[in-house]
């Protein structure tokens, strides 16, 4: 049962890890929050459910749902933060605007698909026969969910050490005004960090609609919350310890379960998350991570 | 052809022209009640948007048809222009009291039906329990709704009702000795189901072996089905609503979990196989109402709910279109005040509904015998 339950843990915590991952890259380059990022995994688990439905193969679909999240990410950047930015409104009116975003995006969707729970077409994916392994048990849809989250994750993290869009994201989340001065486009870098945490969002979004099969308005309010505990734990900005606590929470979450404690689930995994804030106040990856990156 | 053959062939003509014409007219065209020319306003509460707006949106669509019908003379009103007013709560416990507190003072509503959720129902019934005034739940099915006071009604019955009978009839068959519950511990009506399927397990003297909770919204049941299978129990209670229900199913079937599974009225959903996959076959599921009961009434509201809005209605549209034949079938008896309401409803005897006969007991709760169906393959069937 515990390998069982440690897998379960694992498939569970690459998505949060990677809904996480987006989240901490704009606060790390912008230092606000952005609470649309969990409508833009909603949005992106609609589009995807649409092209499905449209009859365009499921990695189609996937990798077109996230490249509109992208662009959401940019549209929600343009309309919700930049004209605030120029006003140096602070961090507390942005917050609010991308509330405002995320409640609009919410109305929108409800408009177009209604409130009934849509279900993907995975071309038998989900019906294919579970795998055995040992003493634990998975299925093909399950494998590779995990497979592309750990994928996006690694290409993340290469994109920003390797490249010269790395380079500029981790510039400007260093010292804004510093790298304009040395020539770093400021709305154009902010504007690819926003096209990638979202498009990250929403890959996790599509993954979440297709891991349970099931797509709903409400789909993100559970792992905004969680998302947001998992970057103050894993340190604000940092994307390895979004990653890591992404994984934490999952298996936090499955293994009070396991115990027997499943009333208690929310209460152990911030109970643990409150336990290490207090040992490490700025989170397990300190502050300011992206910039060291 | 014989002279026989010819005078059946006749009698079949006229029968059949008979049939169609009883058909195309008007099925109760409306009678000239004390109430006829007047209008009478029944506010709704459903949360149409947000959270609940899944159980919520079935609700208004079989009032606006209800409203269509009362029009058509479909439903009788004894000749009132009786119309039910579905206002959006939008799955906000504020705005449900908000609107409560608006139809009890705005001067022309006589009751309310609804809201859509019991947690919402316990907010907002004893706001209108103080004032006396007419109120009928019907999806409010966890324990204590009416017991709020002494003017509030359901027509949903409550998991009290169905879930004994299911633990019963299933026991009766499967004769299983262990038993796993896992239920929602956040919302009033799957924590019921969650109550009620222990008290009944332990009473019928099935042993147990766990107890699993989970969140409304949650979507990974792993772990807790992991936790289950280690139990190795004969059958899994589920006390959840349709779409966590769904995974539950789904993800037990992955598991390879093979107990039998039994629900309440939370799994009474048309889309329940097609959802929750080959798993969900020979789940049983303790319900108010059967889509395919054959109730004139049921078959009719079935096959217009369907042409009106593209998909078979689920119990929640059922429970609320029973709700406005019960309050027509009053306003046809002169009913058209708060207190001529409260009165009317207080001596209901036999309403014929889309649910069948049903009435209310002493304690204001529907009179009513649960189903008992089977998840088979596009549908449910009676469970045998």
Request: charged letters at 15%; a neutral charge.
């Amino acid at each position: 049962m515990v390998a069982q339950q440690l897998l379960n843990g694992l498939f569970l915590g690459a998505v949060y890890a990677l809904f996480a991952v987006g989240y901490t890259l704009v606060f790390g380059v912008l230092d606000i929050l952005n609470l649309a990022h969990a409508a833009i995994f909603t949005a992106s688990a609609f589009v995807a459910f649409s092209l499905a439905a449209a009859g365009v193969p499921l990695p189609l679909a996937f990798l077109g749902a996230a490249a509109v999240g992208g662009i959401l990410g940019i549209l929600l950047d343009r309309v919700a933060f930049a004209p605030l930015r120029r006003r140096n409104a602070g961090t507390l009116v942005p917050l609010i605007s991308s509330i405002g975003v995320a409640i609009i995006i919410g109305a929108v969707l409800r408009g177009i698909y209604g409130v009934d729970e849509k279900h993907f077409t995975t071309g038998g994916l989900d019906t294919a026969p579970a795998i055995h392994l040992g003493p634990v048990t998975f299925t093909a849809v399950e494998l590779t969910i995990f497979v592309a989250a750990v994928a996006l994750m690694v290409v993340l993290s290469w994109v920003l050490r390797a490249t010269t869009l790395g380079r500029r994201i981790r510039a400007v989340a260093a010292d804004r005004i510093a790298a304009a001065l040395l020539g770093v486009d400021l709305e154009r870098t902010i504007a690819a960090t926003f096209f990638i945490a979202s498009s990250l969002g929403g890959a996790a979004g599509v993954l979440t609609g297709l891991e349970y099969n099931s797509v709903t308005l409400d789909m993100g309010s559970p792992i905004e919350l969680k998302g947001l505990a998992i970057i103050i734990l894993g340190g604000m900005g940092s994307v390895t310890g979004a990653v890591i606590g992404g994984f934490i929470i999952g298996a936090v979450e499955t293994l009070s379960i396991a115990a027997g404690l499943s009333e208690w689930r929310d209460a152990i995994t911030f109970g643990v998350m409150f336990v290490i804030l207090v040992a490490r106040p700025s989170g397990l990856f300190g502050k300011r991570a992206l910039r060291q990156a | 052809m014989n002279r026989t053959s010819v005078c059946a062939l006749a009698l079949c003509s006229i029968g059949a022209i008979g049939a169609i014409v009883a058909f195309a007219a008007p099925s109760g065209a409306a009678s000239k009640g004390p109430a006829a020319g007047k209008t009478v306003h029944v506010g709704v509460i459903a949360d149409v948007t947000g959270g609940a707006g899944v159980y919520g949106t079935p609700q208004k669509n079989a009032y606006e048809l209800a409203n269509d019908d009362i029009k058509a003379g479909r439903i009788d009103a004894g000749g009132a222009n009786l119309t039910f007013d579905v206002q959006d709560a939008a799955s906000d416990g504020a705005q449900v009291v908000n609107l409560m507190q608006k139809f009890m003072t705005d001067g022309s509503t006589p009751l309310v039906l609804g809201p859509t959720l019991s947690g919402e129902a316990f907010k907002a019934f004893p706001i209108a329990a103080r004032a006396s005034f007419p109120v009928m739940g019907t999806s409010t099915t966890a324990e204590g709704v009416t017991a709020i006071g002494p003017s509030v009604f359901r027509d949903s019955l409550a998991e009290s009702q169905v879930i004994p009978t299911t633990v019963k009839r299933t026991h009766d068959k499967w004769h299983y000795k262990t038993a796993a519950v896992i239920f929602g511990d956040d919302n009033a009506f799957t924590k019921t189901d969650g109550d009620i399927f222990t008290r009944e397990l332990k009473a019928a003297g099935v042993d147990v072996v766990d107890t699993e909770t989970f969140h409304i919204k949650d979507t990974d049941f792993q772990p807790a089905l992991t936790r289950i299978e280690s139990k190795h129990p004969d059958v899994i209670a589920i006390g959840a609503l349709f779409p966590e229900a769904t995974k539950i199913i789904q993800q037990a079937g992955k598991l390879g979990i093979k107990a039998h599974m039994i629900g309440g009225n939370g799994l009474n959903a048309p889309d329940m196989y097609s959802v929750a996959g080959p798993s969900a076959q020979g789940t049983v599921v303790g319900a108010a109402w059967y889509s395919g009961a054959k109730y004139p009434s049921n078959l009719a509201f079935v096959k217009s709910y369907t042409a009106k809005y593209g998909k078979g209605p689920d119990q929640f549209a059922a429970q609320s279109y029973a709700a406005a034949q019960i309050v027509a079938d009053l306003v046809a008896h002169g009913a058209t005040t708060k207190d001529e309401m409260l009165s009317g409803l207080r001596n209901v005897r036999v309403i014929q509904t889309v649910l069948g006969p049903i009435g209310f007991d002493p304690n204001r709760d529907v009179k009513s015998s649960p189903v008992i169906l089977s998840i088979v393959k596009d549908g449910f069937t009676y469970f045998h």
